[in-house]
């Protein structure tokens, strides 16, 4: 880690742009490896806090607004959410925030 307070990612752009296409592959599988282990963290985070029936929002990150509902099924990574105005969403749990 650097002193700059960047968590040593100078360091890693560095050490990326000098590597070989090997490295880059493997440095690839391995990143892809750690965001889906990332992901199920989250999705196990978010299903022990959450019940079917609670109250909740997301962001839509297209609009930029959040959506309001109601917590209708719990699935292994993802959930249903009923809006205010009756429309169902399938989103991923990790997404959620307490309304």
Not at 34 to 44: C, F, H, P, Y
Not at 50 to 76: E, M, N, P
Request: hydrophobic residues 40%.
């Amino acid at each position: 880690m650097t002193d700059s307070g960047d968590d040593g990612r100078e360091e890693a752009l560095a050490y990326i742009s000098g590597a070989s296409m090997a490295q880059v592959q493997e440095m690839y599988a391995r990143l892809k490896v750690r965001t889906s282990r990332l992901r199920e963290l989250g999705a196990i985070r978010a299903r022990a806090q959450y019940v079917a029936g609670d109250r909740v929002k997301f962001l839509h990150s297209k609009q930029g607004i959040y959506i309001h509902g109601t917590l209708k099924v719990l699935k292994i990574k993802k959930c249903e959410v009923v809006t205010d105005e009756g429309v169902t969403w399938t989103l991923p749990m990790a997404m959620l925030e307490d309304e």
